[in-house]
């Protein structure tokens, strides 16, 4: 009969997976730099605290933290001096998020999010429940979400230059996690960036009023049980355009690339734009799926797309 390993063995293995960085102990003298001010902190928080309802850049220093912060109020700049050079790995605040966002806005310049995990599948880099929100050359990687929202019909949202990879599950009772899962929003823009090796659900899930999706990538050729690369479930105008996707053979559910509509109807869909895309299947994978699938009957104009053979450009359901 094999015997299965102790606790204290597991504990000893997966603490020998984690980079050295992560094990230095935390906080990290004057590593987070309120730049109006000068002042320096050894903890996100206490940065984030110093600021309060204030207008401020933390200016973070390179390194992996192990640490997380809620923002009350204020609007926040939290900058890595390089794209990557800054990442928070592997804590959570409140049990949701390493960054949850509930300010008058914030922005997050250039840092890696990883291996976030919750015990009810939604653990992300970060959880906005209100006010605008940037992100730029970002990444998310290797957790259950990407960016998870609530709703603020008033808010935006606005991502570019950013990388998503391994997130999203369906294996939790909360229902799917997905690459980014944004709420009713007032507008969402994503542009140039990459969503690759989803690990279930969708890349980009959103019920916002106003989406803007153009010029980036979807490659889930080595995606595991996804579905939609983008799932508009509530309804939305705008346009999505200038994308390149590629379906993955590993799917939950390959039946449409983009779904609009397939849920409650917040918003109407008429005059969506969906043009100038590529899309296709990975090389030598043989099927048939639509490239959107609507629900919704509104008047979407679709032209200019390039579309794989074994694709149907557009099917009302």
């Known amino acids: 009969m094999t015997r299965k390993p102790s606790f204290a063995l597991n504990a000893l293995a997966a603490a020998m997976l984690v980079p050295t960085a992560v094990l230095v102990a935390q906080p990290v003298p004057e590593a987070f730099t309120v730049a109006e001010t000068g002042q320096s902190f050894g903890t996100l928080q206490e940065a984030v605290d110093a600021i309060g309802n204030g207008r401020s850049t933390i200016r973070i220093q390179p390194g992996t933290y192990r640490q997380c912060a809620v923002q009350e109020a204020g609007v926040i700049v939290y900058e890595a001096p390089q794209p990557g050079s800054v990442t928070f790995t592997a804590r959570s605040c409140e049990g949701k998020a390493a960054f949850v966002l509930r300010g008058l806005g914030a922005e997050i310049r250039g840092i890696t999010f990883a291996n976030l995990r919750v015990a009810d599948g939604n653990g992300a880099g970060i959880r906005l429940e209100k006010g605008a929100l940037n992100v730029a050359y970002a990444r998310f990687e290797n957790s259950q979400q990407g960016i998870l929202t ?18 999203g599950t369906c294996e939790n009772s909360a229902g799917c996690a997905h690459s980014i899962y944004i709420g009713n929003y007032g507008s969402l823009t994503v542009r140039e960036s990459r969503f690759e090796r989803g690990m279930g659900g969708h890349y980009v899930k959103a019920r916002s009023k106003e989406v ?103 099917e009302q359901r």
């Open 212 to 314: 803007a999706i153009e010029n980036n990538s979807f490659d889930d050729a080595n995606g595991k049980a996804t579905n939609y690369m983008i799932d508009l479930p509530a309804g939305s105008i705008g346009r999505i355009a200038d994308n390149w996707f590629v379906q993955g053979r590993d799917k939950e559910n390959y039946s449409a690339f983009i779904a609009l509509g397939a849920e409650d109807l917040l918003h109407t869909s008429e005059g969506l734009k969906v043009e100038d895309n590529e899309a296709r299947f990975v090389p030598g994978l043989t099927r048939s799926s639509v490239f959107l699938a609507d629900w919704t009957g509104s008047r979407v104009v679709m032209q200019g797309n390039r579309i794989a053979g074994g694709i149907k450009q557009y």
């Open 150 to 167: 609530a709703d603020d019909p008033q808010g935006r949202i606005y991502i570019t230059r950013s990388t998503f990879t391994g997130l």
